[in-house]
């Protein structure tokens, strides 16, 4: 039989290139989202990329305990892949409570609902902030976590440490046999993603940022695009080689099949502990002048920008050692920033275009 995989917040930029890649790799996918930070432009390009028009889709929101014990009764689910929460940075500063209500409310939700449905295998979207003001580079799954610098980081951080406790609590259990996972034991992955950006190559799913884009790459494009006057850089007066930041910059096609990646070896048996994380990156630093001049050359066209100062509480460098997760789950980032780049602007045409 066909193993299911429930994508909260798969609707979403990330969640939705995952949903594609787990349908190509035969996977059941099971959408579930609330619809507060999307619509549903995204979804309907997955199932025009897969060709599959009867993808289950649940407007669900996670927080609602009772919704989310009703997926789990209405479908057997074979692992969860959990996007649904709150991302931007900023805002985490401004609404601290607004951010853990919802990314810890819902993500408890699927952990209980995963243990009173007999087990399950959970993967948990975190992130490269978890490792905070680092100074070990590249940064390894063993380098330490620094104090958070937002309530957004602190979200991830505090979720990863849930699922360590929630697999540990179920492990006295028995073993779990090959692929099972309705035993009552719950296995968890925490990837850590460095810095997603670009679209499909098909350019019929991408970012959909709402209002002004806080992260560089839509905001590249919708300066290219006329969208906004000017992209400022913030900052040329860092101690890195051209002044401006370092950051890993992972293709989202890329990063899905680490997801795809992830849930065979959960539920392929192949897990060496039960609750393992893993970096997501390419191990590859770019500036942020580096990135820009690549968007200008790969799209042959001029970017209006500027130097301004910081921005309060970036990180000067920070990528990734991904070898753990090119050994053990057999991933490697291979989509080049250029390729990348291309594709970013081309959804940028597309959304243009068709909206
Ligand atoms: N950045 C920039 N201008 C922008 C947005 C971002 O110069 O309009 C820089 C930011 O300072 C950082 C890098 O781009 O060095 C990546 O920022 P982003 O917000 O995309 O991701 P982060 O690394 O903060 O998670």
Redesign the pocket.
Same mark, same amino acid.
């Given at each position: 039989m066909k193993k299911r995989v429930l994508v909260s917040g798969g609707a979403g930029y990330i969640g939705s290139h995952v949903t594609v890649e787990l349908v190509n790799a035969g996977y059941d996918v099971l959408v579930a989202d609330n619809m507060s930070n999307c619509d549903m432009t995204c979804f309907e390009g997955v199932k025009k990329i897969t060709g599959k028009d009867d993808i289950p889709f649940e407007c669900i929101d996670c927080c609602d305990d009772a919704a989310v014990q009703k997926l789990f009764s209405d479908y057997r689910i074979d692992a969860v892949i959990h996007f649904a929460a709150y991302k931007a940075?900023g805002e985490s500063v401004a609404e601290p409570v607004k951010y853990y209500r919802n990314n810890l409310d819902s993500f408890l939700n699927i952990l209980e609902a995963s243990k009173t449905h007999g087990g399950c295998n959970v993967l948990f979207s975190s992130?490269?902030?978890v490792y905070g003001e680092t100074d070990e580079l590249p940064v390894t799954e063993n380098s330490p976590r620094k104090p958070a610098t937002s309530p957004y980081g602190n979200t991830k951080q505090i979720c990863e440490d849930i699922l360590r406790d929630v697999v540990k609590a179920s492990a006295v259990y028995e073993p779990m046999e090959q692929g099972a996972s309705r035993n009552g034991q719950i296995k968890g992955i925490a990837l850590r993603y460095?810095?997603p =950006?670009g679209a499909h190559p098909s350019a019929l799913i991408g970012e959909l940022p709402r209002g002004v884009?806080?992260? *560089?790459?839509?905001? =590249?494009t919708q300066t290219a695009i006329g969208k906004r006057e000017c992209?400022? =850089?913030?900052?040329n007066d860092y101690p890195t080689p051209d002044g401006?930041? *370092?950051?890993d910059?992972i293709d989202v096609v890329d990063l899905a099949k680490a997801h795809v990646a992830a849930v065979a070896r959960m539920l392929d048996g192949k897990m060496k502990e039960s609750y393992e994380i893993f970096n997501i990156g390419t191990g590859r630093p770019v500036s942020?002048s580096e *990135?820009v001049t690549a968007f200008e050359k790969v799209n042959g066209l001029k970017l209006n920008y500027k130097y301004?100062p910081?921005?309060p509480?970036?990180?000067?460098a =920070?990528w990734a050692d991904p070898s753990l997760a090119n050994e053990e789950l057999g991933w490697t980032a291979e989509r080049t920033v250029e390729e990348t780049l291309a594709s970013a602007w081309a959804w940028e045409k597309h959304l243009a275009e068709n909206r």
């Amino acid at each position: 039989m066909k193993k299911r995989v429930l994508v909260s917040g798969g609707a979403g930029y990330i969640g939705s290139h995952v949903t594609v890649e787990l349908v190509n790799a035969g996977y059941d996918v099971l959408v579930a989202d609330n619809m507060s930070n999307c619509d549903m432009t995204c979804f309907e390009g997955v199932k025009k990329i897969t060709g599959k028009d009867d993808i289950p889709f649940e407007c669900i929101d996670c927080c609602d305990d009772a919704a989310v014990q009703k997926l789990f009764s209405d479908y057997r689910i074979d692992a969860v892949i959990h996007f649904a929460a709150y991302k931007a940075v900023g805002e985490s500063v401004a609404e601290p409570v607004k951010y853990y209500r919802n990314n810890l409310d819902s993500f408890l939700n699927i952990l209980e609902a995963s243990k009173t449905h007999g087990g399950c295998n959970v993967l948990f979207s975190s992130s490269a902030t978890v490792y905070g003001e680092t100074d070990e580079l590249p940064v390894t799954e063993n380098s330490p976590r620094k104090p958070a610098t937002s309530p957004y980081g602190n979200t991830k951080q505090i979720c990863e440490d849930i699922l360590r406790d929630v697999v540990k609590a179920s492990a006295v259990y028995e073993p779990m046999e090959q692929g099972a996972s309705r035993n009552g034991q719950i296995k968890g992955i925490a990837l850590r993603y460095f810095n997603p =950006i670009g679209a499909h190559p098909s350019a019929l799913i991408g970012e959909l940022p709402r209002g002004v884009p806080n992260n *560089l790459v839509p905001f =590249i494009t919708q300066t290219a695009i006329g969208k906004r006057e000017c992209l400022s =850089i913030f900052g040329n007066d860092y101690p890195t080689p051209d002044g401006t930041c *370092l950051r890993d910059y992972i293709d989202v096609v890329d990063l899905a099949k680490a997801h795809v990646a992830a849930v065979a070896r959960m539920l392929d048996g192949k897990m060496k502990e039960s609750y393992e994380i893993f970096n997501i990156g390419t191990g590859r630093p770019v500036s942020v002048s580096e *990135l820009v001049t690549a968007f200008e050359k790969v799209n042959g066209l001029k970017l209006n920008y500027k130097y301004t100062p910081r921005r309060p509480g970036d990180v000067m460098a =920070i990528w990734a050692d991904p070898s753990l997760a090119n050994e053990e789950l057999g991933w490697t980032a291979e989509r080049t920033v250029e390729e990348t780049l291309a594709s970013a602007w081309a959804w940028e045409k597309h959304l243009a275009e068709n909206r």
